[in-house]
């Protein structure tokens, strides 16, 4: 039987409320709402942790962050937990990551055979935060509310170099593919680091929004003594005395994201028009690794579970799976087991020790009852927080703060604390009981501590001396690229043409 080429297309912080159904039909998306059409949609989909390193290595191993070990923006993705790319390279097929997935340590390819670009952020321990110093804000790294005020036009920043880059050398590699001179199934990464702030864009996409009725908020800042626990220290990590947000900098923010996701939807049409020249077929899947909360409550960023951080847009167009909408919660763990079942690789070897469910049985109609399950314990926080969406109901709980429950269904905006009503006293009880057999949230507080300590003296020795980042190093071989002596140019000519000429 062959198997099935693969091409994930991967976004960073888009907010999946913005895709109910595939992109909300006031976004330009033209190439993103055509690949909805022929997806299975899943429109309740959830990060497995709202921080991009976190997030990623749960999304290619299946693993939470409590079990890989991948707290924060900071913490080792270890060469020894598999993910998608390593199952799938080991069942025959060619690997490829052109873009961002932010491994942090040594390993620089975990599982992909090909890595096309260097990665926009740092890989050491640089970024790590320290529970032992609880208010603490690093401020040469951690977010502040300077990408809401300085929200613009630009015809070029450093992520659109990034992404342009990205784009190009995707391009550059599916053409090489359709060459026809590997005769394996290949599994091709995409990942961009759009629509993540800062919030700029080319005036070509911010012109799309000039009329758009979304620009500001549905839920405006409840200011910060009304905000829950968490939700302040992330506004004090976010150093938000320092700013003077006014309603023109929300509008121009949210106006530049929405700009930068049209300017995403341009960068996957080519790479889909790629495809469709060079009559290459895939199972083509698109994910975001968190949200963006976009001014929503007065928050910005991610970090949280409200929906807007923690709700991710997942389609997978297969040609195994139904077009459709799913409603049932699933999360971004699941997409490694549902590669291996749609590309007919067997993971039972270390079924044992992952989260995630395939999600080919839902898609084709087959009921799933397990909870949805998230964690955080990054910037912003000083012991993990952990969540369970579980049917209409997300129940959240962190040690330092008291519990929330929150009807999703009622209450979309999650503007209704309902964890302390007694009519809600039986859902409690079940929720806590669910959490209780997955988490020892005593335990995770003292491994993330662990963790951090040891990443602070490793990453302030390593900057003594002599210093040899981890940073990858995009490989080229000069030698074997266009026309060289020990190449014969009639061959060189033929084969590098695609379609081969008489």
């Not at 049409?269 to 001014?295: C, K, N, W, Y």
């Not at 859902?427 to 009981?433: F, G, K």
């Not at 507080?445 to 990453?459: F, I, K, L, N, T």
Request: charged content about 25%; some cysteine; hydrophobic content about 35%.
């Amino acid at each position: 039987m062959t198997k099935p080429n693969i091409l994930i297309l991967m976004v960073d912080q888009l907010n999946g409320t913005l895709f109910p159904d595939g992109p909300a039909d006031w976004l330009h998306a033209p190439n993103l709402k055509k690949l909805a059409a022929k997806s299975t949609r899943f429109a309740n989909t959830y990060t497995a942790s709202p921080l991009c390193a976190p997030g990623r290595a749960s999304f290619m191993s299946g693993q939470l962050p409590s079990r890989t070990g991948v707290y924060d923006n900071a913490a080792e993705f270890r060469s020894d937990i598999p993910t998608y790319a390593h199952h799938l390279r080991r069942a025959g097929y060619y690997t490829c990551l052109s873009g961002k997935m932010h491994f942090v340590g040594p390993d620089q390819l975990h599982g992909f055979e090909d890595r096309l670009t260097t990665d926009i952020y740092p890989a050491d321990f640089g970024w790590t935060p320290d529970y032992r110093k609880p208010g603490e804000r690093i401020d040469w790294w951690y977010h502040n509310m300077g990408s809401v005020t300085g929200a613009g036009v630009a015809e070029i920043s450093n992520q659109m170099e990034y992404d342009d880059e990205v784009a190009y050398n995707a391009k550059a590699k599916l053409y090489d593919l359709a060459r026809g001179k590997d005769d394996r199934p290949w599994c091709v990464t995409v990942s961009f680091t759009h629509p993540h702030d800062p919030y700029v864009a080319r005036r070509k996409y911010w012109d799309l929004y000039e009329d758009c009725e979304h620009l500001e908020p549905e839920i405006a800042d409840l200011g910060y003594d009304n905000q829950d626990s968490h939700s302040k220290r992330i506004f004090d990590a976010n150093d938000w005395r320092s700013f003077d947000i006014t309603t023109e900098d929300i509008r121009k923010s949210r106006r530049a994201y929405f700009a930068n996701i049209s300017y995403l939807d341009d960068k996957i049409g080519e790479i889909m028009e790629v495809l469709d020249s060079t009559r290459q077929e895939a199972i083509i899947l698109f994910v975001s690794d968190h949200g963006d909360m976009l001014g929503e409550r007065g928050l910005w960023f991610k970090m949280t579970f409200f929906e807007g951080s923690s709700r991710v847009p997942l389609m997978i167009s297969a040609p195994d799976l139904p077009a459709g909408r799913i409603d049932t919660p699933v999360s971004t763990i699941d997409v490694t087991p549902t590669l291996g079942a749609l590309a007919g690789v067997d993971m039972g070897e270390i079924a044992p020790w992952t989260d995630g469910e395939n999600l080919v049985p839902l898609a084709k109609g087959v009921e799933r009852t397990a909870p949805v399950a998230m964690e955080y314990a990054a910037e912003a926080s000083y012991a993990p927080l952990v969540s369970l969406r579980y049917g209409k109901w997300k129940y959240n709980r962190c040690a330092l703060d008291p519990d929330q429950l929150f009807d999703l269904e009622a209450d979309p905006h999650e503007l209704e604390n309902l964890a302390d009503l007694p009519e809600h006293a039986g859902t409690i009880q079940t929720l806590r009981a669910k959490s209780d057999m997955r988490w020892d949230l005593a335990r995770f507080d003292a491994e993330v501590r662990a963790s951090q300590a040891c990443r602070w003296v490793v990453y302030e020795s390593l900057r003594q001396g002599g210093y040899y980042p981890w940073d990858y190093q995009p490989l080229q071989k000069a030698s074997e690229r266009y026309m060289r002596n020990h190449m014969d140019l009639n061959d060189v000519e033929e084969s590098q043409r695609f379609p081969r000429g008489e």
